[in-house]
């Protein structure tokens, strides 16, 4: 039997997972309960969500081991609560919380071998996942929610492997899904170009920085090729 989540995403995780919890261990009480990136979040609510996003995910690894669905979450209202009920734990609660939550979806998605019962899940937006993409879709949220504390780490920080494949996973979303008000983004630092609207200037930059605007982040210089000012993307989710 082989594992459903590829060998090179799990240990991408488990390195994302663990550079994560360094940084928070050196963290305390006080900078949690500063404001994070995102609109009525502290940073406690950020690692709220993603001790709860670990936990969900492993609810997805078991719907594809079972058959049975299991959302990864009972309803947006129970996942809103569950993340106002973390962010007021103890900060070493939390952090002990968001421990036992990665090590759950990483036994969970160690136990989960080919073949599975469910290929196709839903993401607790909705969204179709993979089984097999498990694992790419939580580094998703831990590498870019690690930007949402308005810390240390920045966009320009992400590695080449997971902008090329966040980029490739999310801009034919964008492009059929949302009105992009551009054409085509042009990656200056890997030659890489993504077409994401139906017309509209081009942008350049690099790829981090290009997918931070995709997604609504914080990022550096973009140009675009008709010298124009640089759009707002519309809304991811």
């Known amino acids: 039997m082989s594992l459903a989540t590829p060998l090179t995403h799990l240990a991408e995780l488990r390195s994302a997972e663990s550079a994560l919890e360094r940084d928070l261990a050196g963290r305390d009480a006080a900078w949690s309960r500063q404001a994070s990136a995102l609109p009525g979040w502290t940073r406690a609510h950020v690692v709220a969500h993603l001790a709860g996003n670990a936990t969900g995910m492993a609810n997805l690894a078991t719907w594809a081991s079972s058959g049975t669905e299991t959302p990864m979450y009972p309803s947006r209202e129970v996942r809103a609560d569950e993340i106002e009920r973390r962010a007021a734990l103890d900060w070493a609660e939390l952090l002990a919380d968001l421990t036992a939550s990665v090590q759950a979806l990483d036994d969970a998605l160690q136990a989960l071998t080919e073949p599975v019962e469910a ?16 694992g790419a879709a939580r580094i998703r949220e831990v590498q870019i929610h690690r930007v949402d504390l308005a810390s240390d780490f920045r966009a320009s920080d992400w590695d080449d492997a997971f ?17 992009v008000p551009v054409h085509t983004l042009r990656c200056a630092d890997t030659g890489h170009c993504w077409q994401v609207g139906r017309d509209g200037p081009d942008l350049l930059g690099t790829e981090a920085e290009l997918l931070a605007w995709l997604i609504g982040r914080p990022h550096g210089t973009i140009d675009t090729t008709d010298k124009s000012s640089l759009p707002s993307a519309p809304a991811w989710v």
């Open 119 to 134: 290929r196709l899940l839903r993401l607790g937006s909705g969204v179709p996942v993979e089984a097999a993409g498990l």
């Open 163 to 179: 902008t090329l494949r966040t980029m490739g996973q999310l801009a034919p979303f964008f492009a059929k899904a949302r009105d």
